[in-house]
Structure formats: C-alpha cells, structure tokens
C-alpha cells in the first residue's frame, strides 16, 4: 500500500515548483498596506448554499503537507486563508474551498486552483504553498471527500452509491472552487486575478479535463498531467493484470517482471538512434515477451527460469484487456513500466475500491479472483453507468477552444497506473472532432515523456513556465524541457517533442544534452 502510492506522493507537490518571474506587484494600492485577512461575503454558486465563511492570518514558514501524502515546503511567506464551506441543499454534503492570498506587495495577479490524487479532490496544502511563494493567490476543494487513500465515502448506509459526493468528485466541486476563489480574491484585493490557471496530475488531470469540457470559461490555462480521464475504462482496466494472472494462474516474481522490462528496453533503446537508456517511443516498441522463454534470472540468490506462462502473462498484460472472444476493451500497461504497482500481490487501491464498491457495490470482493467473464461484465457495467458522470473524456473541447483557453499536458511514457495510451487516444479523438492536428494544437498541446513514472516530472515546474507564456504572451511551447532520469539512474536533459513528433539522436553528441537530439515525425510501422 505504501508502496504504491509513492509515486502519488511523488506526484505531490504536483505542480510544486513552478519558478515563474513574479510579476511586479500591482502600483496602483499602497503596497505597505498589509492585508485585510477578514471573513468576506461569499456569493453561493448556483445550486449550493454558503455554510460558512473563515478567515485565519496564516504567518507561513515551513507549511506541511497532510494525510497520506505528506510533503512539507519550507520559507512560505505569511498569507491569508480563506475557507468557504458550501454545501448543495438536501444532498447532505459539506464541501470546503480553501483559498490562500499572499500579502498584497507579493502578489502578482494570477490566481492558481489545484486538483487533487487518488480519492482526493484537492491539495493537501503544498501546492498551495509553492504558490503562495511564487506570487499567485491559490485554491482547492477537498469535494467533501476525504484523504488521498479514503474512499469510505463510495456507499451510504443502505449501500447505495453516495451519488452527490460521486458527482462532488467528478465534476461540480472544481467549477465552485473556481467561481468562490476568484470571488475571494477579488473581495479580499478589491480586483479579480488578471491570469486564471488549474493545475493537476492524475486525478487532478483529470478533473482538468472536465474543467476543459463543461466548464471552458473558468480558466485561461489549464495544466492537466498524466490525466485519469477516460475514468470508466482505465480504471477497471489497471485490474487486468490480476485477472491475467488468477486465470493463466501464474504470478511471476518481481524480478521476472523486471528482466521482461530489460529485455524490451534493450531491444527498443536505439529506435531513437541513440543508446541512452530510455524507449524513446514507446507505442513503437514491438518486442516479443516469447523470446525470453527458457532464460534464467537470478533473483535474490535463486535461479528462476522464465516459462512459457511467465511470458504469456506479460503479453496479455501489455496488450490490455480484451473480452472471452478477443475484442479489445482498453490499453494495457505502457511497456517499459513497472508491474509492481498493478502486477503486485494486491490490487491497486484505485481500480479494487472503484470495481468493489461503486461498480460491483460489494466492498467485500475480492479483485485478485476474478475470472476474465466477470471482469468483462464489471468492465461493461463501468462504462454504461458512470461514463457520463466520470467519463471525462468529450472530445468536444470546441466551448474551450472559443473561449481562448489553453491546455497542456505531459503523460510519463512508463506510467504504471494510467496507460499513456488513453491520453493519445483522446487527444487524436480531438482532432478528429476538431478539425486536424493543427487545428488543436492551438489551445491544446500533449507531451509524451519517455521512460518516465506516473506524474514523474512533478516538482520540475517547466510545464507551468510554458503555460503561462502560452497564456500571456502568445508563445505556444514547441518543447518543454526536462531532466528524464534513464534505466540505470543517469540524469538526461531533453526538450521533450509535442505528440505527434518524436525526438531522434542527432547521430553525434552526449546523449545526455537535449541539443543532441530533435524532434522529427515518427516513421510509421505495421
């Protein structure tokens, strides 16, 4: 359990640096003045009612992070915070926005609203604080839901599905945070935020995504990484791997996953011209987990020998799920990802809540048994009663597109909890709506980055960098830098290539400088 959240946590501060010029404070108000941090009048969004209004002077210093996911950011300027308690009539929810404003002189006008991880619908205050300290007036909503890892909310008592919380998550709990935070802002500093962005991974892409979809106005700049959208397939598509492997009853070892992973790593890594440790693309990497059959692995002073049914399990895992009669239902694991956090001796907390208590509605059932008959239904039954409420996957973003909003994402091409995929899958579902590639790329614009984890450049802040540029000054990012770390834990610098491109070794050069490689389109294979 620890384990497999890790990468969540890492995925924590997940917009955490985010190193912007701060804007000159605004000259217009004596800047001296310090803030008024008092309870404001708060207008209810339609269809909710205002249980409450707080608001406490916070002196900043080193500001932690809570629950699972922990975090802590140090040398946090004083701010105020604001906490507005709505709640939707009869529904019985309580949902908090919590809104934190830094002194007047350090503001620079921009309002920044986070999504959360896991079952959290929000922030669990360092992304909050990085803001603070880089100027923006910053918000989130815990939806009335709980921690990273509590999904205790997903039935009432009578065992039914808790549908305002449910739909709290989904969707409506983002569109209030962002029209009580930008009341706060402008009741507290007498103007509106001049820049509105959301930012989120994960499930905090996810709800980016919808925020793209139904909301189009609330934002200017929408960052949306390794987004959960596509929620009723890919969710009950992570538990694949467990079906797989109850039904060919074969569990291979963490060390067999691994050499299946280095075996395919070295059979892909020069796709790209150079021999630096990383696919470079992974959808292109076609090795054949057969060929391992009959190799030995030392593992852990054993020698084990991979079986035919070692290397079939990793071929249906990679493939994705599929019906009794072969018809393919969604992506599977990213080659090159790691198996452990689906592949482990339990389910992966996410899809085993969400199968057990919202698809199935018995909290009871247990994942790791199921056999491939059940898991289509339940796959099916996924589709057909939540792709409205969760789905978050309209490629209509035309609203958005209008309203001149811009949206960025980067998707890990070794994420080992949302199959990269997915995203390609949407993204091209876009354009097909939209009218072309060049058409989209205009507000909306996806990265894929190799050989990295679920939200794994979390904490580099590049991609916000890029996004307010694109938002203010009109400069659409061609590139987004990052530092990618390679199978042997060699740092690498790239300019990572926007989807459809994919980056080539220049034939010359240290393949550890992003100069050495360029973004060419991909040759295509059958």
Not at 49 to 56: G, I, N, P, Q, W
Not at 94 to 111: D, I, Q, Y
Not at 439 to 445: A, E, G, I, W
Request: glycine share 10%; charged share 20%; net charge neutral.
């Amino acid at each position: 359990m620890r384990r497999l959240l890790t990468v969540l946590a890492a995925g924590v501060p997940l917009a955490a640096a985010v190193y912007l010029p701060t804007a000159s404070a605004d000259t217009g108000s004596p800047a001296s003045a310090p803030l008024k941090c008092a309870s404001v009048p708060v207008k209810a969004p339609a269809g909710t009612r205002v249980e409450s209004v707080t608001a406490v002077r916070q002196p900043g210093g080193t500001v932690k992070g809570t629950g699972f996911l922990g975090g802590s950011v140090d040398n946090v300027p004083s701010y105020c915070e604001v906490t507005v308690t709505l709640t939707h009539p009869g529904q019985g929810d309580h949902a908090k926005v919590r809104t934190w404003l830094p002194e007047k002189a350090g503001w620079s006008g921009r309002f920044q609203a986070f999504g959360g991880a896991a079952w959290a619908a929000g922030d669990n205050n360092p992304g909050l604080a990085n803001a603070v300290k880089q100027g923006y007036a910053a918000a989130t909503t815990d939806a009335g839901v709980g921690d990273a890892i509590d999904s205790s909310w997903a039935l009432d008592s009578e065992g039914r599905v808790n549908t305002a919380l449910l739909k709290n998550f989904a969707e409506r709990s983002q569109h209030e945070t962002a029209i009580v935070g930008k009341a706060v802002v402008d009741a507290i500093y007498g103007k509106a935020p001049s820049y509105s962005y959301f930012n989120g991974c994960s499930t905090g892409g996810r709800q980016g995504y919808m925020e793209a979809q139904r909301h189009p106005d609330d934002y200017d700049g929408i960052l949306a990484n390794a987004p959960a959208i596509n929620w009723d397939d890919y969710v009950p598509a992570t538990l694949w791997p467990q079906v797989v492997m109850n039904e060919e009853k074969t569990r291979p070892t963490d060390c067999e996953f691994m050499a299946f992973n280095q075996a395919a790593l070295k059979a892909c890594d020069t796709l790209d011209g150079a021999k630096d440790g990383l696919i470079a693309d992974a959808s292109r990497c076609d090795f054949d987990p057969r060929r391992l059959i009959g190799t030995k692995v030392e593992c852990e002073g054993k020698q084990e020998t991979i079986t035919a049914a070692d290397a079939a399990v990793v071929r249906k895992i990679w493939d994705g799920p599929r019906t009794t009669s072969g018809k393919k239902l969604w992506y599977g694991l990213p080659i090159g990802a790691d198996f452990k956090g689906l592949a482990g001796a339990t389910s992966f907390q996410v899809p085993d809540d969400w199968t057990k208590k919202w698809v199935a509605k018995q909290p009871g059932l247990d994942t790791t048994k199921l056999t491939y008959e059940q898991f289509t239904k339940l796959f099916k039954q996924s589709q057909a009663e939540y792709d409205k409420v969760i789905g978050s996957d309209d490629p209509d973003l035309s609203a958005f597109r209008k309203s001149g909003g811009k949206l960025l994402t980067y998707h890990g091409q070794s994420d080992q909890y949302i199959p990269t995929a997915g995203t390609v899958d949407y993204r091209e579902r876009v354009e097909h709506r939209l009218g072309g590639s060049h058409r989209v790329d205009d507000f909306y614009r996806l990265f894929l980055v190799p050989g990295t984890v679920h939200c794994g450049l979390a904490g580099q802040g590049n991609d916000l960098t890029a996004l307010t540029k694109w938002v203010e000054q009109g400069k659409a990012p061609q590139t987004l830098p990052a530092t990618l770390t390679n199978a042997s834990g060699q740092q690498l610098d790239r300019d990572l290539c926007r989807y459809p491109l994919v980056s080539r070794y220049n034939g010359h050069g240290d393949v550890a400088d992003a100069d050495s490689f360029r973004c060419v389109r991909p040759h295509h294979h059958h």
